[in-house]
């Protein structure tokens, strides 16, 4: 056993030794190191000895009304765990009713939600916020709503979003998101999987899909559109006015001992996986994930209680993912933060004019948005007059230079504050970051270069790092913990550590804590393959750790590159290195597993179509301009693909070579690369909701480019 774990798998088997069950019974919350110590001295009456530790665990669970569970995981529905419960995180479990409540009686009068409805925001407090959502929780229940079953919520992020999903919880059921961009036939497996009673689906698009599977959703009983009239009157569908009627004759007293029954070592929040490795998983998160994540995880980025200043957020990451949801929903109530929601079309260009509206305090991003940022503002500045142009350049560059030397918070020097206020304070509030003290990046590997950018606007980004199965993140950088490329430090009371590591100190992450996960709905095989025996959640991240306890990702196991030589390459490092040294890519993507040597698929930058979200064949404004200082005139993919700009193509040629030049063996040099015809999108497939590459899908997709590297 490992001297880390907690329980092996035999610990969820009812046949143990006396002392086993003992052991077991007397102090079902003991840490790893504990747990250990304890069986190693296999002494029955050590339960009567004092240990700071087990008096803590004591104190804490004494009056605490928990689930009976004899295992750290299950794949029930209706299942219970042990919590994780020790001296690095010994606060006392509570549901999400509870830690709702807690913030009423605390924030009560402040505003919690802000909606614009005809061009004017519209806001609730916290104390509507709840009633509001009882009222959706009483709903639920009159429509059917069975203990267990879940609440799938297909639709843009919205107040109604929110009242579904608390109220979901508050009746018992398991709130279950479906991603917007998700196909009818994707929609189809979560609802099914996560037996859903009830869909709540934003508009006629969203319908539609559901409309053509219904009759294959065994468990359906109703669905609820919130946004748009209803085009047609159906059997069990209903607008958002009508079902947030149906529970006024469903007593208080009902709904109380409905939630009144909820344990913190159950199940209310099912995250399902964007399946880029197959099918997806649903991720069953408890009551204590939740409220435990919500609190910790917040205080490691300094969030602030409202009671010191009520911090402000704009809504518009899929709540579906866990990086939107704990960030948006959860932490919103943890915290009595004012949650301003975007506009369905944010990604599209409102998101800029609801962030000047809302002025946020803090800003959460993925890779790829922080990207399309940066790409506006270069656009912008291209097209700014002379005089402007150079000094947004000379304050870019002295702000940058400023803080690659000290930290965040070391005193600057005249010149730096004077580039900041002059002109980057301005640009700042362009953006609608006037107010904004904290920026985090999440979900996938930002790059280098998109960091340096903003650092170069006095932009601080930290990244976090975690999992669905960690309930989000597990590591963050902050304000008090920040290293450029780092993913910060793991989170205060939770632990992790490094297995496997290799000769260069690289090692699969892996993480514990009370935000580790219950296990994979109906999927006991996946849940023991990501928990193993003693406990511990397996990431499939490779990472080494400095002497401070930094993070920094390396790569993902299942994307290792094993070439025909055995030699083990991951993929992302070179893929972040050719990206910084050729400026016109947008995306690169290494190939070369059981092959005899490496290739990589490239794509430009290039201008979206607003509408669709799908690229166009026209080159970005960046892109033109490094085509013309190379003296090409190609303003199209077109133009450059098959070698036909061969200015161009041999600037992309010195660029790879770059990269070889550094390579640290001949097995990780790129021998052949080609252009693909566009960019790519969540649309055309390529990435994941999230932004984040799905290698699967691309080698399928581009397996006849790939084989013409390999010919003989």
């Known amino acids: 056993m490992s001297s880390n774990g907690i329980f092996q798998h035999t610990a969820c088997n009812k046949s143990h030794h006396s002392y086993e069950e003992k052991l077991q019974s007397s102090s079902e919350h003991l840490s790893p190191g504990l747990m250990t110590d304890l069986r190693e001295e296999g002494k029955e009456q050590v339960m009567d000895n004092e240990t700071p530790e087990k008096k803590c665990v004591e104190e804490v669970l004494e009056g605490v009304s928990l689930a009976p569970a004899h295992c750290l995981w299950t794949t029930e529905a209706n299942g219970s765990v042990r919590l994780r419960i020790d001296e690095l995180c010994p606060q006392e479990p509570i549901t999400v009713h509870q830690m709702f409540m807690t913030s009423v009686q605390k924030y009560g009068n402040l505003f919690a939600l802000a909606t614009k409805r005809n061009d004017k925001w519209e806001k609730i407090t916290f104390s509507e916020y709840y009633h509001l959502s009882r009222m959706a929780a009483k709903s639920f229940l009159k429509l059917g709503l069975e203990r267990f079953h879940s609440v799938a919520i297909l639709g843009f992020n919205s107040e109604e979003w929110f009242l579904s999903a608390v109220g979901a919880v508050f009746a018992g059921g398991l709130m279950t998101g479906i991603y917007a961009t998700n196909s009818p036939e994707a929609c189809l497996y979560v609802a099914s999987d996560s037996r859903a009673n009830v869909i709540v689906v934003e508009n006629q698009k969203q319908l539609d899909k559901i409309l053509q599977i219904k009759d294959n959703l065994t468990h359906l009983k109703a669905i609820v559109q919130y946004s748009g009239p209803l085009q047609k009157k159906m059997p069990n569908l209903y607008s958002w006015e009508e079902f947030m009627g149906f529970g006024v004759d469903i007593s208080d007293k009902s709904l109380d001992d409905i939630i ?3 344990k913190a070592n159950q199940c209310c929040v099912l995250i399902y996986t964007s399946g880029t490795t197959g099918m997806p998983k649903g991720v069953m998160l408890s009551h204590d994930n939740i409220t435990w994540t919500a609190r910790h995880a917040s205080q490691a980025g300094d969030m602030q209680p409202a009671e010191v200043k009520q911090e402000t957020i704009v809504s518009y990451l899929p709540l579906s993912h866990i990086a939107g949801q704990i960030y948006d929903l959860w932490t919103g109530i943890q915290w009595g933060e004012l949650v301003y929601f975007a506009q369905p079309d944010a990604l599209k260009g409102s998101l800029i004019t ?78 609608g970051f006037s107010r904004c003290q904290k920026f985090f990046s999440g979900a996938a590997p930002i790059g280098s270069d998109t960091m340096q950018f903003f650092l170069g606007l006095n932009i601080w980004i930290y990244e976090v790092y975690g999992m669905s199965e960690s309930a989000g993140p597990h590591f963050m950088s902050g304000p008090k913990a920040c290293k450029l490329l780092s993913c910060g430090k793991v989170v205060p009371g939770c632990r992790c550590k490094l297995a496997n590591i290799d000769a260069d100190g690289i090692g699969e992450v892996c993480f514990w804590g009370r935000n580790v996960f219950m296990g994979y709905l109906n999927m006991e095989d996946k849940t023991m393959e990501a ?43 070179i893929e972040q290195a050719v990206k910084r040294e050729i400026p016109i890519i947008s995306n690169a993507m290494l190939i070369g597993d059981k092959r005899k040597f490496l290739s990589i698929l490239l794509t430009l930058k290039c201008v979206t179509n607003p509408e669709t979200m799908e690229p166009t064949d026209n080159l970005s404004l960046e892109a033109v301009e490094y085509c013309q200082q190379l003296g090409s005139q190609a303003r199209n993919v077109s133009d450059i693909i098959g070698g036909r700009d061969k200015v161009v193509n041999h600037a992309i040629q010195e660029g790879i070579d770059r990269v070889n030049a550094k390579a640290t063996s001949n097995a990780q040099r790129i021998q052949k690369w080609t252009i693909l015809r566009k960019e790519f999108s969540g649309s055309g497939g390529e990435l994941g909701p999230t932004m984040k590459l799905r290698r699967p899908i691309v080698l399928k997709m581009y397996q006849s480019e790939i084989e013409t590297f390999y010919r003989e």
């Open 260 to 262: 009144d029954s909820q």
């Open 354 to 431: 609801t962030l000047r509206e809302a002025s946020p305090s803090s800003h959460m991003g993925v890779p790829r948005v922080w990207e399309k940022i940066m790409e506006k503002i270069k656009e912008e500045i291209s097209h700014s007059a002379y005089m402007k142009k150079k000094l947004v350049t000379w304050a870019m560059s002295v702000i940058l230079d400023a803080n690659q030397r000290s930290t965040k918070d070391e005193e600057k020097s005249f010149v730096f504050t004077l580039a900041d206020s002059l002109v980057m304070e301005k640009l700042r509030a362009e953006l």
């Open 531 to 573: 928990l193993g025996e003693d406990g511990w959640l397996r990431s499939g991240d490779l990472a080494k750790m400095d002497e401070e306890g930094f993070l920094y990702i390396t790569g993902r196991i299942k994307e290792l590159i094993i070439t025909a030589g055995g030699e083990n390459i991951p993929p992302l490092p």
